[in-house]
């Protein structure tokens, strides 16, 4: 039976999700797959998994974390690829025939946040296709930006 929260009522579990990956250009699975990692991370750093730099790493074999995530082991291997690509996982292969580590990555800086001179850091910006077929990095997603109505700036905490 589900019953309200009130003032002083007692939080269930949760797993936490950090506010960047919200502002990254990710899946909501890709979110849900690194916060199953970090909530595996948490543990890893209180029994004391840290490399000979000081790093915390984590094992989570890929049937373990599809099983938990309910989702296909292709879609988790597609998921953790696609968060190594944006930089917010690394992966350390242990050999063959053994589980590879994994560690989490934070962004420096806040997403979208300002430097000194007033330039965008460019963490999480929108990477879209130009013309000549590469991925490039860009503020606006759009193929074609020709339309002078249409070329404008805006920060991040502003809405139209």
Known sequence: M???MYKNT??????PMPKFL???PLS???RYIYTLLLNRAQYSQMNGMVDEQGKVYIFYPIHQLSEKSGKGSTTVKSAIKHLIEVGVLEKVSEGKGRVNRLYLLFPDEEVG???DVGKKTGVGWKTVLNYGGNLTTSKYKSKNNSNPLRDYDYDERESF
Do not use: H, V
């Not at 007692?10 to 797993?15: A, D, I, R, T, V």
């Open 2 to 4: 589900s019953t309200y």
């Open 10 to 15: 007692k939080l269930p579990q949760y797993l």
């Open 22 to 24: 919200t502002e990254l």
């Open 28 to 30: 909501n699975t890709e």
């Open 113 to 115: 946040q300002k430097t």
